[in-house]
């Protein structure tokens, strides 16, 4: 029984550090910067060292204008771009490379 509520108190003790850490405020000045020169509720966008793109609103805090995310984070390094090929009839499509002419 010891055993079980010191595993649960070492568990609970530990979730309760990620939620603290995660309102540990901005560790770059980006979301201010993207609204140097805009106005409230303007619209807003940066990108940060990691390639995550966040676009939103110019909001007041502390005084200063700071973007905030409004919608989903764009993981720009995670993106696919995809081309359009066009098949000539008799040409061969396949996602199987070794199905490919060489």
Same mark, same amino acid.
């Given at each position: 029984?010891k055993?079980?509520?010191?595993?649960?108190?070492a568990?609970?003790?530990?979730?309760?550090s990620?939620?603290?850490?995660a309102?540990?405020?901005?560790?770059?000045?980006l979301?201010?910067?993207?609204?140097?020169?805009?106005?409230?509720?303007?619209t807003?966008?940066?990108?940060?060292?990691?390639?995550?793109?966040?676009?939103?609103?110019c909001? %007041?805090?502390s005084?200063a204008?700071?973007?905030?995310? @409004?919608k *989903?984070i764009?993981h720009?390094e995670?993106?696919t771009?995809?081309?359009? %090929?066009e098949?000539?009839?008799?040409?061969l499509?396949? @996602?199987d *490379?070794?199905?490919?002419?060489?």
């Amino acid at each position: 029984m010891k055993i079980l509520k010191s595993v649960t108190i070492a568990l609970s003790l530990g979730l309760l550090s990620l939620s603290v850490s995660a309102h540990n405020g901005h560790g770059d000045e980006l979301p201010w910067q993207a609204c140097e020169e805009a106005e409230k509720d303007d619209t807003c966008e940066y990108t940060n060292s990691h390639n995550d793109r966040y676009i939103g609103n110019c909001k %007041v805090f502390s005084g200063a204008l700071m973007c905030v995310r @409004n919608k *989903p984070i764009v993981h720009l390094e995670k993106l696919t771009l995809f081309t359009t %090929v066009e098949l000539q009839p008799g040409e061969l499509q396949t @996602n199987d *490379p070794s199905k490919l002419d060489k």
